[in-house]
C-alpha cells in the first residue's frame, strides 16, 4: 500500500518536473523572441531616423557591410526568429525520423546564424536557445561528440564575427551613438541588462534540464533493481513448476497405468488361473476362456495406446510427421530468430508411431541444445532413408562443446536411451559447430544391418 | 434550399478562382515597363558652371530607352551636388540604391569597402563589345579598388589639371610663351622675372603664379609619394624634398604678400594650375567675361622637376552599379552607353566641360570644340596634345587612408612653406608622422 502511494508520488514529481523544464524552454523562447523583436525594431527605428535626419553618409562610414533596410530588416529579424521557434518546436516535440531531426537541427542552426547576421550581431542570446534545443533532445550514439561539435561550430561563428568587429566599434554601438549621451547610456544599460537576464534564464534551464537527468538516471536504477529482483523470483517460480508438473505427470502416468494396463494384466491372470482349472475338465470351455483372455489383452493393450498417445506432443497427434516437424522448426526459428534449413533427402515410408516420436523429440531437443548452448545462429537439419535406416543429422555453427563433458547432460543421455529402445544409435562430435547423427532401423530385419 | 445553396457556393467558388485565374495571367503576360534608375546630381563635378546639368544624361537614356524597347530609366533631379554625398548613403541605408550610379571620388572606397557596388571584371570580360583598353589608364585606375584591385566603376569623365597661362603678360614682359616640356627652372626664372612693383607703391602688385602648390611640384618630381598599398610614405626622398624647397623658393618670391584669386582674374599673375574643365567653361562665351577679361590665356602642361616628367593629376568622375541591382545586365549595358559608347562620349565633349575617358575621341575633336570657338589661332595646343596629358596622366592613390594622409601632410608642408622653416630635417619629422598614420 505504501509502495505504491510512494511510487505515485515519485511519477507525480517527475511530471511535474518535466513540465517545469518545458515551461522553462517556453520562458527561454518568448523572452528571446520579445528581445529580438525589440532590438530589430530598435535598430530599424534608428537606421530611418539617420536616414530622415541626413547622417547617412557618417554613418555608413562607421559600418563594415551595408545594413538591411530598415523596414525589411526588421521583418527578416522577427521572421528568422518565428521560423527558429517553429524548427526549434519541431526538434524538441515533432515524432519524425532520426535523419528528418538531424536537418531540422541543421536548419536551426542555419537560421541562427541569418538571424545573427540580420541584425550585426547586436544580440546574440538567440545561440543559447539553439544550444538548450541541442541539449533538450538529442540523445544518438555519438551525443557527446555531435553536441560538442555543434557547440564549438556556434561558438566559433559567434566569436569570429566577434573578433571581425574587433578593431572598430560594434555595430549597436554605431546605432547608440546616433543619440545624445544620457540617452545612449540608458539604451547600453538596457542592452546588456536584457542580454544578461537572457543568460540567467539560461542557466535556470541548464539547471532543471540537469536535475531532471539526474532523476531519470535514479528512476531507472531503480527500476534495474526491481527488474532483477522479479527475475530471481520469476526463475525459481519456473524451477518449482517444472518439478511439480514432472510429479504430476508421473502420477497420472501411475495411475494410468494401474487404471489400464494394471487392470487388464489382473484379469488376464485371474482368467488364466481359471482356465488352468478347465483346461483338464472341460477343454472347450477353457478355450472359451482363452478367447476372452486374449479380448481382455487386446482391449488392454488398446488402453496402453491409448495412454500412450496422449503423452504424444500435439502436432505429432494431428499432423504427420513431416508436417509436425516442419511446423516446429518454423515456430522455434521464428522465436529464437535463428535461421534453421529443414532439408530431406528422402522420406522413409511407414514409420511407426514410436519411431515418429523418437525423430520428434531428437529434433526437439537438437534445435534447443544449439539454441541454448551452441548459440548457434544457423542450424541445418536433413532426413534421409538408405537401405533401411533412417538418418537424421543436426548440424550447427554454434560453438560447440567439450565431448568429455558432455555425456552428463543436454538431454543427449535420454535421447540415446529412447534410440536404444528402437535398435538405433546416437553419435555427436564438434568440430566447427556441433553436429548430431540419430540413425534408425525401419524395422526388425534392417536393425541387424546397423 | 439550404441544399441548393451549398450547391451553388462550390461553383461560385470555382468561377471566381477561373476570373483569378484569367485577370492573373493576363497581368503577368502584361509587358510591363523594367525601371532603371539613375544616381546623378545636378551641375558639374568640376566646380564650373554648366548651363543644363542633365543633358548629356538625357541623351543617353534616350538613345539607351530607343535600342532597349519596354526598359524606363529614371533619375531624380534637382540634387546639388553638395547634397548627393548624402542623397546617395540614404538611399544605400534604405535600400533604395539607384542601379546605376555617379560615385563621388571620396566615396568610392566607402562603397567599395562597404560591398555596395557591383563587381564589373567579370561582366567586362563576358562583354565582347567592351574592352577595358579603350580607356585611358589613369581614370580607370580610380574604378579599382585599393586592396582586392576588382573594378568596381567605370570613369564617366576626367578632367586633367594644366598650367594655366596669362599670355597678355608674358607678351607685355617680353617672354616667350613657355613649351609642354619646360622646367621648374624655366618656371623659376620666369616668375623671378615677372614678380615686380608695376606702379610703383613700394608693394608688389604682379606674380608669378597663384594655386601652385608643392602637390604639383611633387608629382612632376618624379618621385612616389606612398607606397602603393598606403603602408609607408616617402616624404624623404630627394626629389620629394627637392620639391618641397621649389614649392618654398616659389613662394619666397612673393615675399610675403598673399595672392589672391582676384589677381589672377584681373590679369595680374602669370600662372596658375587649373583643371581643364575651368579651361573649357572659361575660355569661350559666356563664362569669360566673369573670369580674365582683358588678356589672352592660354594653357600649358605642368612643369617638370630635374628628374620628372610633364605629368598631370587627373580628376575622374566614376560611375558604378549597385550590388543589389535586380537588372544586372541592363544596367551593365546602361553603364556602357554613358562611359563607353563611342557617340554618347563624343558628345560628351560639347555637353559638358570635362573630357571623354575613352580613348581616340578627343583627337578626332575639333579645335573649337575642343578650346572654344574662338581659342583657335594663336593658339599652338592640339587636341592630340591634350589626349597626350590624360593618357600620360599620374594613376592616383587609392589606398583608404590617402585622404586622411595628405591632408596632415599638406597641412605640415604648408605650414614649413609659409613660414620658410625648411630644415635638413623636417621632412624626417614629417614622413615619421605620415608613417604614424598610415599605420595606425
Known amino acids: 500500500m505504501s509502495d505504491t502511494s510512494l511510487r505515485r508520488a515519485k511519477r507525480l514529481a517527475r511530471a511535474l518536473d518535466a513540465s517545469e523544464l518545458h515551461q522553462m524552454h517556453d520562458v527561454l523562447i518568448i523572452y528571446n523572441g520579445m528581445v529580438v523583436t525589440l532590438t530589430a525594431a530598435f535598430m530599424s527605428l534608428t537606421q530611418d531616423k539617420i536616414i530622415r535626419s541626413f547622417h547617412a553618409r557618417a554613418f555608413l562610414e562607421q559600418l563594415s557591410s551595408v545594413p538591411l533596410p530598415p523596414v525589411s530588416g526588421f521583418f527578416t529579424s522577427v521572421g528568422a526568429f518565428l521560423l527558429l521557434a517553429l524548427l526549434g518546436w519541431l526538434y524538441r516535440e515533432g515524432k519524425m525520423m532520426p535523419t528528418m531531426r538531424y536537418a531540422c537541427l541543421t536548419a536551426e542552426i542555419f537560421v541562427c546564424i541569418v538571424l545573427l547576421r540580420s541584425f550585426d550581431l547586436a544580440y546574440d542570446g538567440v545561440v543559447l536557445l539553439v544550444v538548450a534545443d541541442l541539449l533538450h533532445r538529442y540523445s544518438g550514439r555519438h551525443q557527446l561528440v555531435v553536441l560538442t561539435c555543434a557547440m564549438l561550430g556556434l561558438y566559433a561563428i559567434v566569436d569570429y564575427n566577434a573578433m571581425f568587429f574587433e578593431h572598430q566599434v560594434t555595430p549597436f554601438d554605431v546605432y547608440t551613438s546616433y543619440y545624445a549621451p544620457s540617452a545612449r547610456s540608458w539604451i547600453h544599460l538596457m542592452h546588456t541588462g536584457l542580454a544578461s537576464f537572457n543568460l540567467i534564464l539560461f542557466v535556470f534551464y541548464l539547471t532543471l534540464l540537469i536535475r531532471q537527468n539526474h532523476q531519470e538516471k535514479q528512476r531507472i536504477a531503480s527500476l534495474n533493481a526491481q527488474l532483477e529482483e522479479a527475475n530471481t523470483r520469476l526463475r525459481a517460480y519456473a524451477i518449482e513448476a517444472e518439478s511439480m508438473a514432472e510429479t504430476r505427470e508421473r502420477n497420472r502416468l501411475a495411475r494410468e497405468i494401474h487404471d489400464t494396463l494394471g487392470h487388464a494384466l489382473t484379469g488376464i491372470a485371474a482368467g488364466l488361473d481359471a482356465t488352468a482349472l478347465l483346461v483338464d475338465l472341460a477343454p472347450d470351455k477353457a478355450k472359451e476362456q482363452l478367447v476372452k483372455i486374449k479380448e481382455t489383452a487386446l482391449r488392454g493393450l488398446k488402453d496402453v495406446r491409448r495412454s500412450v498417445k496422449k503423452l504424444r506432443p500435439d502436432d505429432l497427434e494431428h499432423l504427420p510427421l513431416r508436417q509436425a516437424i516442419a511446423n516446429m522448426v518454423e515456430e522455434f526459428a521464428s522465436s529464437t530468430g535463428m535461421k534453421i534449413d529443414f532439408e530431406v533427402l528422402e522420406w522413409p515410408e511407414r514409420l511407426r508411431p514410436d519411431q515418429e516420436e523418437v525423430l520428434y523429440r531428437v529434433v526437439q531437443e537438437g534445435m534447443t541444445n544449439a539454441r541454448r548452448h551452441g548459440h548457434a545462429k544457423h542450424l541445418e537439419i536433413t532426413i534421409g532413408a538408405k537401405r533401411g535406416a533412417i538418418y537424421l543429422l543436426l548440424a550447427d555453427d554454434g560453438e560447440g562443446a567439450d565431448i568429455a563433458e558432455l555425456e552428463k547432460g543436454f538431454g543427449l543421455r535420454h535421447m540415446q536411451e529412447r534410440l536404444a529402445l528402437l535398435h538405433g544409435k546416437l553419435r555427436y562430435w564438434s568440430d566447427s559447430g556441433f553436429t548430431l547423427e540419430a540413425i534408425l532401423p525401419e524395422n526388425e530385419e534392417a536393425s541387424n544391418f546397423l | ?440
Request: glycine share 6%.
Open chain 2, 1 to 440: 434550399m439550404s441544399g441548393k445553396r451549398r450547391l451553388r457556393s462550390p461553383f461560385a467558388l470555382l468561377l471566381l478562382v477561373a476570373y483569378a485565374f484569367v485577370f492573373f495571367s493576363l497581368y503577368l503576360m502584361e509587358p510591363c515597363a523594367i525601371e532603371l534608375r539613375v544616381g546623378t546630381f545636378a551641375g558639374s563635378n568640376w566646380d564650373v558652371p554648366q548651363g543644363e546639368s542633365y543633358a548629356y544624361l538625357d541623351h543617353v537614356i534616350a538613345r539607351f530607352e530607343a535600342e532597349h524597347p519596354g526598359v524606363k530609366v529614371t533619375y531624380q533631379s534637382g540634387i546639388r551636388k553638395s547634397d548627393y554625398t548624402e542623397w546617395l548613403a540614404g538611399r544605400e541605408l534604405a535600400g533604395e540604391m539607384p542601379d546605376v550610379f555617379l560615385i563621388p571620388q571620396d566615396d568610392f572606397n566607402l562603397y567599395a569597402g562597404l560591398g555596395a557596388l557591383l563587381p564589373l571584371d567579370a561582366l567586362a570580360k563576358k562583354d565582347d563589345a567592351f574592352a577595358l583598353d579603350d580607356f585611358y589608364p589613369a581614370p580607370l585606375a580610380f574604378g579599382r579598388s585599393a586592396d582586392d584591385a576588382a573594378l568596381y566603376a567605370l570613369p564617366a569623365e576626367c578632367v586633367p589639371r594644366l598650367m594655366f597661362v596669362n599670355r597678355t603678360l608674358l607678351d607685355r614682359e617680353g617672354i616667350p610663351m613657355p613649351q609642354d616640356d619646360w622646367t621648374w627652372d624655366d618656371f623659376l626664372a620666369i616668375c623671378q622675372k615677372v614678380t615686380r612693383d608695376t606702379d610703383g607703391d613700394g608693394r608688389l602688385d604682379q606674380f608669378g603664379a597663384y594655386g601652385y602648390n608643392w602637390q604639383d611640384a611633387a608629382v612632376t618630381s618624379g618621385a612616389e609619394l606612398f607606397r602603393e598599398d598606403g603602408k609607408a610614405s616617402y616624404f624623404t626622398d630627394e626629389r620629394i624634398e627637392s620639391a618641397v624647397r621649389f614649392a618654398n623658393a616659389l613662394h619666397q618670391l612673393q615675399r610675403n604678400q598673399v595672392v589672391q584669386e582676384r589677381d589672377f582674374d584681373i590679369g595680374h599673375v602669370a600662372f596658375r594650375p587649373f583643371n581643364f574643365a575651368a579651361y573649357r567653361t572659361y575660355k569661350p562665351y559666356p563664362w569669360r567675361i566673369k573670369k580674365a577679361t582683358d588678356f589672352e590665356w592660354d594653357c600649358i602642361r605642368l612643369p617638370r622637376g630635374p628628374e620628372g616628367r610633364n605629368t598631370s593629376p587627373v580628376q575622374t568622375l566614376l560611375m558604378g552599379i549597385s550590388a543589389k541591382t535586380k537588372e544586372r545586365q541592363l544596367a551593365w549595358e546602361f553603364l556602357k552607353a554613358y562611359c563607353h559608347d563611342r557617340e554618347n562620349q563624343t558628345l560628351l565633349l560639347s555637353l559638358s566641360a570635362a573630357l571623354p575617358t575613352r580613348r581616340g575621341i578627343i583627337e578626332e575633336a575639333a579645335p573649337q570644340e575642343l578650346f572654344g570657338a574662338e581659342a583657335s589661332g594663336r593658339t599652338g595646343r592640339s587636341p592630340l596634345a591634350v589626349s597626350q596629358v590624360i593618357e600620360e596622366g599620374t594613376v592616383p592613390y587609392r589606398f583608404p587612408r590617402y585622404v586622411a594622409a595628405m591632408r596632415l601632410a599638406d597641412q605640415e608642408i604648408q605650414k614649413l612653406i609659409d613660414s620658410d622653416a625648411l630644415e635638413v630635417n623636417s621632412m624626417n619629422r614629417i614622413q615619421k608622422e605620415i608613417n604614424d598614420l598610415l599605420l595606425k
